[in-house]
Each structure stands twice: as C-alpha cells, then as structure tokens.
C-alpha cells in the first residue's frame, strides 16, 4: 500500500510540474511546487526541486520530467473499489466506524430521509429499486458512498417473505447466476461493491458464490458480507478470487425500536474501540433513522471517526512491490 501510495503522489506531482510547465514557465511552476509540498511527501518534492530549470519554448509541451521512478512497474488502473471510494476523514488514531444502510430503495421516502442523514455513509441499493439510477445520484451528491444490494437465496424464509425478483438461488446454473449478476451490476454505475441481503443459504454454497466472485473480481469490486450465517464462505471464496472482503460486525436494528437500536449502537461503539474499526449494518427504519440523525453528528465528540467502507478493506501490497521495497 505504501509503495501505491507513493507512486500515486509521484505521478501528480510530475504531472502538475509539466502542465504548469507548459502554460506559464518554470517560475510559476517553482511556486505551485512549492505549495504542493504542503502535502506531498518530502522525498518526491527533493527529487523535483534538484532537477534543473528548462526554459519552455513557446507552444511546446514542457520536456518530461524524468525522476527515479523507472524502476517501479506501470501504473495499473484503479479497481472500481478504489475508483469510487468516498475519501475517508484522517483517523488520528481514534476508532474507525463504518454504516451501511442497505435495502435501500424500495421505500423511497426512507430512503431520501437515509440519503439525507450527514456522511460519509455507504449506501447499498436494493437491485431491483425504483428509481435506482435517481437514488445513487442523489446519495453520491450528498457525498455517501454507494454499493449494491443483491437479493439471495434465505436457508428458510417465513411465508411471503421472499429475497425478491432475479435473487441468486442455488439451484440456478453458472450462466443464469453470471446473467443475474452483470443485470444488476450494469444497473448503476459508480458503486464499490456488493452485499448479500437475506443469503443465508446462497452464501454458504462455495460452488454459487465462486461464480459471484468471479463476477466481483472482474469488475473490481470488493465484498461486504451481511453475515446472515455463520456458515457464510464468503471470506475463503472471495480471497480464491482475489475480491476485497469486508464482513459485518453489528446489525442495528433487527428490533425495530429507538431503544434497541440505541443498545446495537453501544455494542458497536464498544467493537470499534476493542478492535479499532467496526461495521454496522442498518435499514431505512424511522427507529434507525431517529437514532442516526441523532448519534452521528455526535461520533467526532465521542473519540471516534465515521468513515466509508472502502476505508476499512485491507488490501495486501502485490508480491513485486513488497520486493522492491525490500531492495
Ligand atoms: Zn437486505
């Protein structure tokens, strides 16, 4: 991570040098330098400073820059996961928390008032919900992160309840659960990644999830699981293929009460001190978004940092780049 981070910084700064470089000479340039070393690392604004100035010709690109960083490989596209992630607030050292409110979108109303709650949220967006496209829009405006819902298949449902329309059953082939899965991921644009709603079942079969998986995977996208069983394979299936796992630490309101969800939200501010980081799950509920609007205003005050869920995926550095920095 390290050595991604810093090739990211190298590569802004050689690329502001050559655009400055090439509308206003090399003094302005020197200036906006200068100011970039507010926030980039000291070890790159050395190496640009110690090149000598190059007079730019007139209506020519500014020659390259050529600092030492030939020996690391090309820059890679961004996974989605990383592409979309909301920037997460500095911790400082205080515990993380992230909130995903997912069935997002089947009431709407719920929805608008979820969307409006203050952020960074991650929102997860039912597959099939009305006005999808409108949703993210406006949940990404309001500077939430956004994810999608999908619909699987429950160990037992109660009578009426069912996942909902193109759930992923594991009784559908290979190729249905492909289909299913690219209708929904093609559905909105923008998102990190996916969690299971209901899935007790589906999530437990290695075979079905493997195929899900691998659509993630292709997609670059990363994994929450809702943790729905304790014989989820989420986390082994999802490593196999390579796709960022995250797993839930607290659902919030599975009673549906202001005082039940005040008690979740006491276990989840205990997980994220005793671990550093913690996950909860909600639902556009009136209780939950009472107790929301009341308590996240309050979280900076209380010792902690509210943070998108991308904040909170680890991610092992490529074997190469942990060779080179072994060099
Ligand atoms: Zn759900």
């Not at 030939?70 to 400082?92: G, M, S, T």
């Not at 997860?124 to 949703?135: D, F, G, H, I």
């Not at 979740?264 to 550093?276: C, F, M, N, S």
Request: proline fraction near 9%.
């Amino acid at each position: 991570m390290r050595q991604k981070t810093l090739r990211i910084w190298i590569g802004a700064a050689i690329a502001g040098a050559a655009a400055l470089g090439a509308g206003a000479g090399f003094g302005a340039g020197l200036g906006a330098l200068e100011r970039a070393s507010d926030v980039t690392p000291p070890a790159v604004v050395a190496t640009v400073m110690a090149r000598e100035p190059v007079a730019p010709r007139a209506m020519t690109p500014a020659p390259a820059f050529v600092p030492p960083v030939q020996a690391l490989p090309p820059a890679e596209p961004l996974p989605a996961w990383r592409q979309f992630a909301v920037a997460a607030p500095p911790a400082d050292g205080r515990p993380r928390i992230a909130v995903v409110i997912d069935d997002l979108g089947v009431q709407v109303p719920n929805a608008r008032r979820v969307i409006e709650l203050p952020g960074p949220l991650t929102l997860s967006l039912m597959t099939y919900a009305l006005n999808l496209p409108q949703l993210a829009e406006a949940g990404r405006a309001r500077g939430h992160e956004l994810m999608l819902h999908v619909p699987m298949e429950p160990e037992e449902a109660p009578d009426l309840v069912t996942p909902g329309p193109n759930a992923l059953t594991t009784d559908l082939t290979a190729a249905e659960l492909r289909k299913r899965m690219q209708g929904a991921l093609d559905r909105v644009p923008g998102i990190v990644g996916i969690n299971n709603h209901m899935g007790s079942k589906f999530t437990a079969d290695r075979g079905a999830m493997t195929v899900v998986m691998q659509e993630l995977a292709a997609r670059g996208l990363l994994f929450l699981d809702s943790l729905t069983t304790s014989h989820s394979v989420g986390r082994v299936t999802s490593r196999a293929a390579g796709v960022p796992y995250v797993a839930r630490d607290v659902f919030l309101d599975n009673e549906d009460t202001v005082e039940s969800v005040r008690a979740q939200i006491r276990v989840l501010e205990a997980t994220a001190r005793r671990d550093g980081s913690a996950i909860a799950i909600a639902h556009p509920k009136a209780a939950t978004i009472e107790v929301l609007r009341a308590w996240l205003p309050t979280l900076a005050a209380r010792g902690f940092v509210l943070v998108p869920l991308t904040a909170l995926v680890e991610v092992e550095a490529p074997a190469s780049l942990v060779a080179k920095a072994a060099q």
